[in-house]
Structures are given as C-alpha cells and as structure tokens.
C-alpha cells in the first residue's frame, strides 16, 4: 500500500522558514509528478508547488521566491523549503503523488497532511 509520510510542520514567526518533508513508500516514486498542497481552515485546498518526474518545478504565485520544492528519489522524498513565512501561509500541507499511465490510468496518492502555523 502506497504510503506518503509528512513531517516538519510546527509553529514558526513570521518571517521564520520551515522546511517539510514527505517520505514515500511502496511507490515507484522516480516516475511520479510530486507537489504539495495547502488548506486553510474554511478555504479550499490549492496547490502550492510542483515539481514533475523530470524535475521541473512550478509555484503558486503566493509563494514565489519564497518556496522551493526539491526531490530526492534515492530517498522516496520531496520537500518544501518555506521561507519568509506569512500568517497566510498557515495552513495544513498535504503532500501529493500523481502518475497517469500509458493507457490512462490514474494514479493519485495523498498524504495524511502536516500543520504549518505562522505567527504574526
């Protein structure tokens, strides 16, 4: 069973980073696009950065110049470095893998989300 693991959300000040990681298990990770997602309380869950099997990346404009994702596939692992943080990038960060097939099958894998809180 596909498993994605979050870590290294908490507590911060503005203007503080963070960086979460999220380990993946039972998955041919190298093949799949990894991105995280965020939802705040009361608003929908949007995207926050992607970054393709080939390793090309693309942001949400919120978070631009201020985010960068990377992967590791040695390790199963994608990571979201957060710096000069906002109370407005609080929210709960989901980690996401996504793999669609030759003959169109859809492989879409969600992890169990990690708390980020940035205090003003």
């Known amino acids: 069973q596909v498993q994605l693991v979050e870590s290294g959300g908490g507590l911060v000040q503005a203007g503080g980073s963070l960086r979460l990681s999220c380990a993946a298990s039972?998955?041919?990770?190298?093949?799949?696009?990894m991105a995280w997602h965020r939802q705040a309380p009361g608003k929908q869950r949007e995207l926050v950065a992607r970054?393709?099997?080939?390793?090309?990346?693309n942001y949400a404009d919120s978070v631009k110049g201020r985010f960068t994702i990377s992967r590791d596939n040695a390790k199963k692992t994608v990571y979201l470095q957060m710096n000069s943080l906002k109370p407005e990038d609080t929210a709960e960060y989901y980690c996401?893998?996504?793999?669609?097939?030759?003959?169109?099958?859809?492989?879409?894998?969600w992890g169990q989300g990690t708390q980020v809180t940035v205090s003003s």
């Open positions: 039972q998955i041919a990770f190298s093949i799949y696009d």
């Open positions: 996401n893998a996504k793999f669609r097939s030759g003959w169109g099958q859809l492989n879409d894998h």
């Open positions: 970054i393709i099997s080939g390793g090309s990346t």
